[in-house]
């Protein structure tokens, strides 16, 4: 099969920016799952085939980096290709061209298959014919990175429920909502979001309808934040995110 990057033009609009009249971050995160979807689903390796065995595509890692992000009524093509897979993971690239041709965000990802009803991973070997890749180039060197694990606070924390809005079609709080939430908290309320630079985010479990949430999120280093999102049943971790703004 031949096999070569996969583009998705998108218009910015009214409904897609934050108050700078920039894409909101979490916008940016729906284009790229928009695109890859939309790739997957043209190999039949997507929501119709793999429903009927109850599995589903997840995301578990982003790295992104960003030059600039796109403004209100710019025209951008979101250019996705997969990398080869080893046992339970597929990478997945991407770039973000502006009208003038440049390149102005870049990321990285990593993509598991997971049973809707086991939640266990799957082998990708089994659909080895449906996964196709192309390794010419990469957007970002090296995989999506490990994000340590975020030391939570003594003091009791502010928690959240996870709304209806929230879930997503399989029942499970959309990753996008992730950053949404983060950049709502007390933690962001007065930081420039136009000024981030590089954003990292693991998937660590899922959180569903109900669920009670909370945010820490602590500075690392001078304009580097690691943020957690805990469920407040078990301290389980369902998120970590990395923000890194620009001097």
Known sequence: MEYKPFEHKFRITSYDIDCDM????????????ETALT?????????DYLGQFN??????????????MPKWDEEIIVRTWARRHDVFTQPREFEII?????TIIRATSSWIILDGVTGKFQRLDRFEER??????RVAIEGAAPKIRKTDLPTEPMVYSKVLHSDLDRNHHVNNTKYLQWLFDSSGF??????????LTVNYVSQARLGDEYAIH??????GVFNSAIVAKEGAREICRIETKFRG
């Open 189 to 198: 309320e007065h930081k420039d979001i136009s000024r981030i630079a590089e």
């Open 22 to 33: 920039n894409l909101a971050v979490n916008t940016l995160f729906c284009y790229l799952q």
């Open 131 to 136: 996964l196709p890749y192309w390794e010419e």
């Open 39 to 47: 790739q997957v689903n043209l190999l039949d390796i997507g929501w």
């Open 217 to 222: 999120t602590h500075e690392t280093e001078p």
């Open 55 to 68: 599995l589903f595509w997840v995301l578990s890692k982003m790295y992104i980096k960003i030059e600039r």
């Open 98 to 102: 502006d009208g003038s041709g440049q």
